[in-house]
């Protein structure tokens, strides 16, 4: 099935049964904390209407991607995929990659609705504060940034989210290193604003695009269209000229002024660490010259939530497709996954390997450390009858396959990022922004792995044996 636009996905999985309507609830914290409720229940998505103060219509579908079988269900995996099979079917999918350029429409359905210059009222959409110690309401979380560079034709496209300030200002931030400030800084330094567009409620293609670290210079709308199998459709922006998806719900246009020009306190926000640690700072702002959207607009809520819950669509690659690229161009054998552990809040990283020689394990954990460029506590080497997507198993191998004075190597010194919980506010200011590392290597040890004490648990063959003979027992 292939997505048109955001609400036919919404639309599916409700006739699938697993969207629930609720009307009259409020966007002071009733939304977000209902949200993160429901996502801890693995509950369906919750579609927000008649949200109190608001029109019915201005909708919002909260967690739209907040369970696996919902995540499998956008991109096409198969509805009983694991988050681990996830990233083995992506991993494929990506060996096939092939760009697939957009269609430039002159039409769509996001300019039903327009309101330009002086008549924008941002504060006409339902804006929830998701969590009690945000420092506003977040129009964007499920959103895409969409920014290009001085005299270049590439567009890039990124998740980075927006507080509301007022009815024609959002802010914007955005992590140094990632595309869109780099964009930014280009305008900047030429002392001129950023024109820049952001899209709330887009096909699942394009937020799993702007969610998923695609390399710099690769254009997000070609990876969406490779990962959709068809073109997008995408207009020339009206104020901008940027290109926009067309079938959006909604639409900002916009730019950002050189932050020496203007900024404005954003955060405390709840991010996907599980707390607030990025605090509130000055960040740039997005001045909002332009409004499109959809008649009964149905806004995209991705509020980050404390782990293991994931709102994003990043859950098929997230940090760790580089690190498996990486240890296999290293000429590292027999790696049979990668996975960053959600309920490690983004900071633990498994590598699950069958051993071919001695000091093979830590060589992999080693070159696995190296290899993550950011907030990483944990490097877990396990062997390969461990899945590494499944936090029990991987802590029975720690507590069973390694011996602390051995098997833990600490590591000092290791790049990190604002959002680790661990760096004082004194070094969030003046840094360094780094942490130490553990590389834990548990693994049955190379030299007497033959003689290690054999797992208890039935093999394959006699379960499936058991299995097919006595049936009925496991049928309810
Ligand atoms: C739900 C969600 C929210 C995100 N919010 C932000 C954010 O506020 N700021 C940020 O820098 N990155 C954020 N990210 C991560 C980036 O969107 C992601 O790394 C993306 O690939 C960056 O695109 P780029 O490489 O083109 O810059 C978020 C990711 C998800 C899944
Ligand atoms: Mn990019």
């Known amino acids: 099935m292939i997505w048109k636009d955001f609400r036919s996905f919404v639309a599916e999985m409700d006739r699938r ?27 369906p998505m919750l579609l927000f209407d008649a949200i109190a103060g608001y029109p019915s219509g201005f909708r919002i579908a909260a967690a739209p991607y907040g369970t696996t079988v919902r995540t499998a269900a956008a991109l096409g995996f198969p509805e009983r995929s694991t988050a681990f099979e ?68 590439w567009v890039n496209v990124g998740t980075y989210r927006c507080m509301l300030h007022d009815a024609q200002t959002t802010g914007v931030d955005i992590a140094p290193y990632h595309h869109g400030h780099l964009h930014m800084a280009k305008w900047w330094a030429e ?49 901008t000229g940027l290109p926009v998806p067309a079938n959006t719900e909604l639409l900002l246009e916009g730019e950002v002024p050189p932050p020496d020009s203007e900024r404005r306190m954003e955060g405390p926000f709840g991010e996907y660490t599980g707390y607030y640690a990025g605090g509130e700072k000055m960040a740039p702002v997005i001045r909002v010259q332009a409004v499109y959207y959809r008649t009964d607009p149905l806004l995209h809520g991705a509020p980050p939530l404390k782990p293991p819950m994931s709102t994003g669509l990043s859950t098929p690659s997230g940090s760790v497709l580089g690190v498996w690229e990486g240890l296999e161009k290293c000429g590292m054998a027999g790696i049979k996954g990668v996975y960053s552990l959600s309920t490690g809040g983004g900071f633990t990283t498994v590598v699950s390997v069958q051993q071919q020689y001695a000091g093979h394990a830590r060589q992999v954990g080693r070159i696995a450390s190296g290899l993550m460029h950011s907030m990483c506590r944990m490097i877990i080497v ?63 040890p190379w030299e007497w792995k033959d003689q290690f004490p054999a797992v208890n648990r039935a093999s394959d063959a006699l379960r499936g044996r058991i299995y097919d003979k006595w049936r009925s027992v496991f049928e309810v």
């Open 17 to 43: 049964g697993a969207v629930k309507l609720i009307e009259g609830a409020h966007c002071d914290l009733e939304i977000g904390t209902l949200t993160e409720l429901m996502c801890e229940r693995r509950g």
């Open 86 to 153: 996830m990233v083995k079917l992506w991993r494929d999918k990506m060996r096939s990659y092939q760009p697939l350029a957009p269609v430039q429409v002159s039409s769509g359905p996001v300019l039903e609705n327009v309101m330009e210059g002086g008549s924008v009222d941002l504060t006409r959409f339902p804006t929830p504060i998701w969590h009690e110690k945000d420092g506003g309401p977040y129009l964007g979380t499920g959103c895409s940034v969409i920014t290009g560079e001085p005299g270049e034709p």
């Open 191 to 239: 002392g001129k604003s950023c024109p820049v567009a952001v899209a709330i409620g887009t096909d699942p293609y394009l937020f799993a695009a702007s969610t998923n670290n695609v390399p710099w210079g690769t254009p997000e709308y070609e990876f969406a269209g490779f990962l959709k199998g068809e073109p997008l459709e995408v207009l020339r922006g009206p104020r």
């Open 382 to 444: 396990v062997d390969d009858d461990i899945d590494p997507s499944n936090a029990e198993e991987v802590l029975w191998a720690i507590a069973t396959r390694s011996d602390p004075v051995t098997s833990f190597e600490i590591q000092p010194d290791s790049p990190s990022g604002t959002l680790d919980p661990m760096i004082s506010p004194e070094r969030k200011k003046s840094g360094p922004l780094t942490s130490g590392r553990a590389l834990i290597i548990a693994c049955r």
